[in-house]
Every structure is written in C-alpha cells, then in structure tokens.
C-alpha cells in the first residue's frame, strides 16, 4: 500500500502563519515539526519535494533544503529511497510524555469509579458465559442509556441505541454509514479534530461555518445548508469543543429547519454535554427534533480509559450502521459494558462530583492566566472542559512550539480548523489536577516572555543568515 502523501499547497495551508523572526528555515522547520507532533502530518505522510515546497511558499530551495536538513537531525523526516522525504516522530519523543499535558482535555477516571469496577466484576460468570461477540450492545446497558435520554425529555428506546467503542468509534461508524465519496459535509470552525478528520476519512468534502464563544452565525449556517446541500453536518451545541458555546433552543429550531430543507442529516455530538458548570437550563437533547442522529459517550464524565460509546439513531438507520461495522470490529468488549451499565445506574452522583472537580480547576485555570496574561482574552466557562483562550497576535502554532520545548503539551487554535485559521486562539483545558494546572500555566508563561523577548530584538539580531 502506497503511503500517505501531503501535497506543497495543503502544507502551506497547515503553515499558516510560520515566520516568527528566527532564520526562516529555523522557523519553517520548527512549524513542521508542531505539526508533525500534534499529528496533523501524520507518520510516514511523504512530503512535498523540495523545489515543490519552496514554489508554494515563494522561497529558495536553499531555504527549504536546510529546513529539511534540520528535520532529519531531529529525526522528525527521513529519508524514503527513490520516494523523497516522509515525516516521523522520533522513538524518543514518541516514548516520553511531556511534564504537563494540556492537549489532551481528558479528566482521569472519576472518584468512586473504582468500587464500581469491583461490583460490576462480582457478576463475571454470566459476561463469560456469553460469546463476546457483540455488534448491537448489551441489552442492558442499551435500556440504561435509552432511559437516560428519556430523563431528559426525549422518549427512547433500546432499538434506538448501538453501542460503540467510544464516540470516536462512533463517529466513524456514522461516517462510513452515512457518506459516499466525493460527498459534502458540514463542519464547525473550529471543531473537534477527529470529528472532521473521521468525515474525512470518508472521503467527505469538508466545508465550515464559523463558530464563536458567542455562539454559531446562523445566518451563515442556514446559507452553507441552503447553498451546498451537504449529506450531512457534524455539530457540538453543548458546551462546544473548543470554544465552548452552546446553542440556544430558538436557534436549534432554525438550524434543524434549514437541514430538514437541505436534505442534510444532523450528527450531534453530545459527548461533552452532561458537563453543566452553570449554563441556563435549555430545552433538552438536540434530538427532540426529529431525524437527528446522536453520540454520547462517557469518556469526559467517568473516564476515558472506558472505551464506551453509543449512537442514537433511527432503528432503519442503525441496521446500516451495525451492517458497516461488521467489516472493521466485532463489538464493544462485554466486561466494559457491564462496568458502563453500574456506571449509569450511578451517573447523577458521579456527575456530580465530575463537575465539582471541573469547576474547581477551572476557576484555578482562569485565575492563573488572567494573573500571568492581562493583555489575553480569557473567557468565563459554563461547562466543557476547556477554555478558547484569545491571544494578543496571531501566534498560537508559535508559543505551543515553544511551549512543547519547555516541556508543556498544549494545541494551538488551528489544529480545531480545517483551513488553519484560528492562530489567535488556543484551547486550554481545565480537566488536570490543580498542580499540574498551576505548573502549565507558568511553562506557558516561560514560553510565551521567550517570544515576546525574541520578537522585541533589534532585526538586525533576530534573522539568522539564510543558508547558502
């Protein structure tokens, strides 16, 4: 199989904007390596040629050739015989965690989830005297996950509900069902990368529409709908990830019309939406409106390292889907399922002590970067797990580079985006302990007086020559 391969144009628009002051291939080189890092070059992806590259950013080849040199020395490109250069995460980068992660906004498992294990694991002689097998979901757990929506004010039943490998799995389930190639599909900017990228996957055209922490245009929403006509449009209305909006009930209303004209089925991902820090209350689930597909999952509310995840669809709709997954899995683990359903039957008291520990660590968070950043936009969160924290300059790829170097993991705003825009903004997430929290901020802070001393230097003492 031939490997993946990134052409000079889709590179260029990754870049965005990478000249910092340094050398221009210091810097080039160090943007592709924050893209090669947070895996928006993937592995093994075959780069542009060199002469092709320095053609689509208007520089020499010389340029290009060192920047490439200097990717080589940090292992992060080799060279492939006869193929040109394809990008790699070097054995020791990819082995060692950084001393705080904020890329991953993914709080540990939630306090009590442990005697839950225990109970669950008190009815192991029926799981093993199942097959394992499963492509539909425990009956079980599928009735406990349909009540839930029901609590909530959408009437539900097990029919309705496949279980999955967590939301990502069913993203892509969705995906796969509901895609062809060469399809158009709606998506937020910014949004959740592994949501566009499973659209993607399939072989979807992306188009965007923008949303703010003020919320979605939806003006613009209903012209992209009315306009293109996509199969489907991939939404986050709750606590929206990153930036953390949420969509009123009045304008659910208009987005589900214009999509019901389009033709466009809407897939909602409600994986963050049990997550409520103070929001007004709303008029339930999204899917009170009809013909509305769902996933929800319980990998930011108990954990997770519990790979479970659900679709709520239409049953014709989810005969599809359980068709599709047959070529790539053959269920959700039986053990797992048992867990989830003791973890659901408790789920008001763990939310409850979830979004006590969010709160507190978000208001840590807030805190320490209004005190460290006064010239930031920092907002106020009602939920999520994260803060869309505006910038002073378009620099946000920049400082999370220099933020990886001093040991902090953070996403710069265009890794949300599928045209690399959002270099304002980035996302920093409030689900670490406290401690960590505190460090992060000020690694941040280190990394961020780095670039402010470096772009306040004289120009004669901030370019290094160019390589001849």
């Known amino acids: 199989m031939s490997e993946p391969r990134i052409g000079a144009a889709a590179l260029r628009a990754l870049l965005g904007e990478w000249e910092d002051g340094r050398a221009v291939y210091v810097a080039l080189a160090e943007r592709v390596r924050l893209l090669i890092a947070d895996g928006r070059v993937p592995a093994r992806t075959r780069l542009p040629a060199e002469r092709e590259l320095a053609a689509a950013l208007g520089r020499s080849r010389t340029t290009v050739a060192a920047a490439y040199r200097a990717l080589r020395e940090s292992g992060h490109l080799v060279s492939v015989r006869g193929s040109g250069s394809a990008a790699a995460l070097p054995a020791a980068e990819a082995a060692a965690s950084s001393v705080v992660d904020f890329a991953r906004a993914m709080p540990p498992a939630v306090p009590g989830l442990d005697a839950i294990v225990r109970r669950a694991l008190d009815d192991l002689p029926a799981a093993l005297a199942a097959p394992g097998f499963d492509l539909v979901g425990d009956p079980g757990l599928r009735a406990r996950i349909a009540d839930r929506y029901t609590a909530r004010g959408l009437p539900t039943t097990p029919e309705q509900i496949v279980v999955t490998l967590g ?12 895609v062809r190639r060469g399809d158009r599909v709606l998506v937020e900017i910014p949004t959740y990368p592994y949501g566009y990228e499973a659209f993607g996957a399939a072989g979807a055209r992306l188009v965007g529409t923008p949303v703010t922490r003020d919320g979605w245009d939806v003006g613009r929403l209903r012209d992209v709908l009315a306009r293109t006509a996509p199969t489907a449009a991939y939404l986050i209305p709750d606590f929206h990830n990153p930036t953390g909006a949420s969509m009123p009930p ?6 589900h019309a214009a999509a019901r004209r389009a033709g466009t089925t809407l897939v909602v991902d409600e994986t963050t939406a049990d997550l409520d820090l103070g929001r007004p209350p709303g008029d339930g689930p999204f899917a ?4 509305v597909v769902t996933v929800g999952s319980l990998g930011k509310s108990v954990w997770g390292g519990l790979r479970i995840g659900w679709i709520r669809a239409d049953p014709g709709l989810l005969a599809r889907v359980v068709a599709a997954r047959a070529a790539t899995d053959l269920g959700t683990p039986a053990l797992e399922q048992r867990i989830a359903a003791a973890a659901l039957d408790e789920l008001p008291a763990l939310l409850a002590v979830r979004t006590a520990e969010l709160r507190e660590r978000r208001d840590v968070l807030t805190a320490a970067l209004r005190a460290r950043f006064p010239d930031w936009d920092v907002p106020d969160a009602d939920g999520g797990v994260g803060l869309w ?3 002073d300059a378009p620099a946000g790829s920049v400082l999370a580079a220099a933020a990886q170097a001093r040991g902090l993991a953070i996403n710069a705003g265009a890794r949300f985006t599928i045209d690399g825009s959002c ?5 920093v997430p409030f689900t670490a302990p406290v401690p960590q929290i505190t460090r992060g901020v000020g690694l941040l802070a280190e990394a961020w007086t ?3 001393d470096l772009t306040a230097a004289p120009h004669g003492s901030r370019r290094a020559p160019d390589v001849i």
């Open 288 to 291: 009170t409106r009809p013909g």
């Open 250 to 255: 009045a304008d659910r209303d208009r987005v």
């Open 450 to 452: 780095a670039l402010r």
């Open 389 to 391: 924290v505006g910038l």
């Open 423 to 427: 270099e304002r903004f980035l996302r």
């Open 167 to 178: 939301a990502q799995h069913a993203l892509g389930l969705c995906a796969r069902t509901l």
